[in-house]
T-cell receptor, first 114, second 116 residues
Framework: KAGVTQTPRYLIKTRGQQVTLSCSPISGHRSVSWYQQTPGQGLQFLFEYFSETQRNKGNFPGRFSGRQFSNSRSEMNVSTLELGDSALYLC?????????????FGPGTRLTVL | AQTVTQSQPEMSVQEAETVTLSCTYD???????LFWYKQPPSRQMILVIRQEAYKQQNATENRFSVNFQKAAKSFSLKISDSQLGDAAMYFCAYRSLGTSGSRLTFGEGTQLTVNP
């Protein structure tokens, strides 16, 4: 079974631009979560989507948004990019989104904001 | 809110030796899950081991085992017979039960070096 895939793997943008990252979960997984990883803040939860609905949201500004499609693929969007948005963005998928399920992570998208 | 603390930013171990990584957490919940994840240089997070808080027995996965002390809110990872491939960043993580879904709260991480 194919793992979680994220595209693109690397991205360079300039301040003020917007960016869209994509995550394709493992087949049959309905929950997709997004995390931001930076050297200063570590790993922080952004949001979770389950069956096309945002179920949980972390403490990030409204510039960060996401959505999930009927095939469970998810996108996250960051508008008006800031230098501090430079990070590794990880997505993870789970079968049902229940707490005992295992989460599988993708390889991440490395975003650099210049 | 829950917090997870890893007080050892870096650890090193000789190949074939045993190393223990520490993790403490703070929560008011009685039931939850704890995890150790490994992040090698490829940056892909890999689940190492999982512990359900309601289980008193410590989880074990081959060379990896945990020491779960619920009252002390401590969750350490022991790696036995360390191998070069164990070199990675290790993260301790907490997940609530129920409606919080998949949300993980991570510690700061411990960078493990394995010396040949």
């Amino acid at each position: 079974k194919a793992g979680v895939t994220q595209t693109p793997r690397y991205l360079i943008k300039t301040r003020g631009q917007q960016v869209t990252l994509s995550c394709s979960p493992i087949s049959g997984h309905r929950s997709v979560s997004w995390y931001q990883q930076t050297p200063g803040q570590g790993l922080q939860f952004l949001f979770e989507y389950f069956s096309e609905t945002q179920r949980n949201k972390g403490n990030f500004p409204g510039r960060f948004s996401g959505r999930q499609f009927s095939n469970s693929r998810s996108e996250m969007n960051v508008s008006t990019l800031e230098l501090g948005d430079s990070a590794l963005y990880l997505c993870a998928s789970m079968v049902q989104g229940l707490s005992y399920n295992e989460q599988f992570f993708g390889p991440g998208t490395r975003l650099t904001v210049l | 809110a829950q917090t997870v603390t890893q007080s050892q930013p870096e650890m090193s171990v000789q190949e074939a030796e045993t190393v223990t990584l520490s993790c403490t957490y703070d929560t008011s919940e009685s039931d939850y899950y704890l995890f150790w994840y490994k992040q090698p240089p490829s940056r892909q997070m890999i689940l190492v081991i999982r512990q359900e808080a309601y289980k008193q027995q410590n989880a074990t996965e081959n060379r990896f085992s945990v020491n779960f002390q619920k009252a002390a809110k401590s969750f350490s990872l022991k790696i036995s017979d360390s191998q070069l491939g164990d070199a990675a960043m290790y993260f301790c993580a907490y997940r609530s039960l129920g409606t919080s879904g998949s949300r993980l709260t991570f510690g700061e991480g411990t960078q493990l070096t394995v010396n040949p």
